[in-house]
């Protein structure tokens, strides 16, 4: 069992940064893949970037490559999702998901999720 709690979501304008944490409960989270998916009003959660267990291997969708940054630190149970350069259309909550074996880019892989954070931007 893995519980995960996102925070750092917030205001911000266009062309600014955010940082998202994902904070995991459990001794075996260093054996989880983790993704970050976001959900806009009336649209469905799409997937945002994905870490491999070790922090050596990332993916990010086509609409935030360049522009955000997942990482990992395993001594702290938490994944980051450094959002840089943000745009009106990155609004959404934000979610953070976990998953044994292999990475993935479909939600429905994932057996763990977190509450979600409001990114607002403002234009």
């Known amino acids: 069992q893995v519980q995960l709690v996102e925070s750092g979501g917030g205001l911000v304008q266009a062309g600014g940064s955010l940082r998202l944490s994902c904070a995991a409960s459990?001794?075996?989270?260093?054996?989880?893949?983790m993704g970050w998916f976001r959900q806009a009003p009336g649209k469905e959660r799409e997937f945002v970037a994905h870490?491999?267990?070790?922090?050596?291997?990332?993916y990010y969708a086509d609409s935030v490559k360049g522009r955000f940054t997942i990482s990992r630190d395993n001594a702290k149970n938490t994944v980051y999702l450094q959002m840089n350069s943000l745009k009106p259309e990155d609004m959404a909550v934000y979610y953070c998901?976990?998953?044994?074996?292999?990475?993935?880019?479909?939600?429905?892989?994932?057996?763990?999720w977190g509450q979600g954070t409001q990114v607002t931007v403002s234009s």
């Open positions: 459990g001794r075996t989270f260093s054996s989880y893949t």
């Open positions: 998901a976990a998953k044994l074996g292999s990475a993935s880019s479909f939600a429905r892989h994932y057996l763990y």
């Open positions: 870490i491999n267990w070790s922090g050596t291997s990332t």
